[in-house]
């Protein structure tokens, strides 16, 4: 065993030994809600493919006319010759579409959260942050240099006297939070954000990965659901969108600015126009047709009240997003249900540390407008018989 290994192999070991080891899981074919994993059919309740769109044919075709006429690959960063009319549209419908000047793409949502991050905080400045954030703008707020504050989750009186301690010091300030949290589902209280923003002169940025095509009477995420304009709007097309990739929606000057100095833009290659031209397709369809919305929407209601019936765990911060974990707090019994589940035929992944906090393991159910009625109960019908039989082996 090399020197490496031999530092490595006991933490891999250590990982098994406390549940909290992970595999990956093949699957065979289009990622929709029926789907072949490591060889058994089973019904997914645990991707980000909220309107259904990831396996829909129309972005296969869109992005099938793109491959015969710009290729597979952008062959460069978008500086210097990854730039595509692709892009450019998909960049130019976005903003139309977020009401915001303009967009800048990134390769992903990880991309976006550090190099905006990165290039708009340093040293002397503050950024002042949900504990449950994504991981990315942990990672890109703790990168940039500038004094991390974290907030305990939701604690809007927290903000407040982090921002008031930047104002006194004379500091520039950023809070950061998503809007929709992804392991929980509760929605951020942007009015009260954007009021402590406007009162101490800070600047707000939402990560609306998981609200894009959702919230808002148009689907334009969790800005538009509270009327509110934050500096900075992040998102991912990985999600609603059904393809891959990172935007940023802002201010001319926003934008120019990240052209210049986001490292994680500058220095990557293009997605390939083919990924841009199905993003453009979806965009197309979630505008045309609000229904896949009003699908999602019963779907979670349905899903919710059924859950309550049956007396499921589900969170008591439950609300109208996809996103509805099942906690059941021990890190092993996680991973009990959640093959109890696929036996049943489900797949729920099972989450736990460090994605959430420890003590708070879980299911995360997430909700397709794909999903049909009968599916849902299926699902919860095939939740309470595990439940109990993991009650059964441990009482």
Known sequence: MSVLDSRLA??????????????RRSVDGAHGVQMRVDGRDCINFCSNDYLGLASDPRLAAAAM????????GSSGSALISGYNTEHRALEEELAAFLGRPRVLLFSSGWAANVGVLKALLGRGDMVIADELN???????ARASGADYQRVAHADVDGYRAALQRAALDGRFAMLVADG?????????DLPALRQLTHQTGAALMIDDAHGLGVLGATGRGSAEHFGIEPDVLMATMGKSLGCAGGLVAGSETLIEYLVQRAR????????????AAAAREALRIIRSEPELRGRLLANIDR??????????????????TPIQPVI????????RLSRELMERGYWVAAIRPPTVPRGTARLRITLSAAHD???????????????????????
């Open 10 to 23: 006991p933490v891999l070991d250590d990982l098994r030994e406390r549940s909290l080891y992970r595999v």
């Open 65 to 72: 006319r793109a491959l015969d006429r710009s290729g597979t």
């Open 134 to 140: 994504h991981a990315s703008l942990i990672d890109g």
């Open 180 to 188: 929709v949290f992804s392991m929980d589902g509760d929605v951020a």
């Open 264 to 275: 994680t833009w500058v220095f990557s290659t293009a997605p390939p126009p083919a990924i």
């Open 303 to 320: 899903f919710v009240r059924g859950a309550r019936d049956r007396g499921l765990p589900i969170s008591e911060r439950a609300v109208a």
């Open 328 to 335: 059941v707090h021990e890190d092993a019994r996680a991973l």
């Open 373 to 395: 009625a009968a599916q849902i109960d299926g699902l919860l019908d095939a939740l309470a018989q595990s439940l109990t039989v993991l009650d059964q082996v441990n009482p």
